[in-house]
Nanobody, 124 residues
């Protein structure tokens, strides 16, 4: 069983930045595909970004150029640097792990483990 613990959420003004962290348990972290999803009130959970074991990264069009995903395998941690935040980025952000490492990155069902979520609120 893999446990994921997110941190770093909070309240920020539009145009500001936040960095989310997701710490994972387990010894196979370096082989996992790690993803970030978000869910706003009344909306479905949506893909934000993902990083594979080979450091290939993928982004939703809505965050491309503003968000950056990275991983530190020595610390079993994945990061989400969020810059130029917009009101529409307000959501609960979830970290997820695909233990197989090779499923579709865009689909929540492809991920085996999820964190509890961290709230990001962008104010005007």
């Amino acid at each position: 069983q893999v446990q994921l613990v997110e941190s770093g959420g909070g309240l920020v003004q539009a145009g500001g930045s936040l960095r989310l962290s997701c710490a994972a348990s387990g010894r196979a972290f370096s082989t996992y595909t790690m993803g970030w999803f978000r869910q706003a009130p009344g909306k479905e959970r949506e893909f934000v970004t993902a990083i594979r074991w080979n450091i290939n990264t993928y982004y939703a069009d809505s965050v491309k150029g503003r968000f950056t995903i990275s991983r530190d395998n020595a610390k079993n941690t994945v990061y989400l640097q969020m810059n130029s935040l917009k009101l529409e980025d307000t959501a609960v952000y979830y970290c997820a792990a695909d233990a197989s490492g090779d499923r579709s990155i865009f689909t929540p069902a492809a991920y085996d483990y999820w964190g509890q979520g961290t709230q990001v609120t962008v104010s005007s």
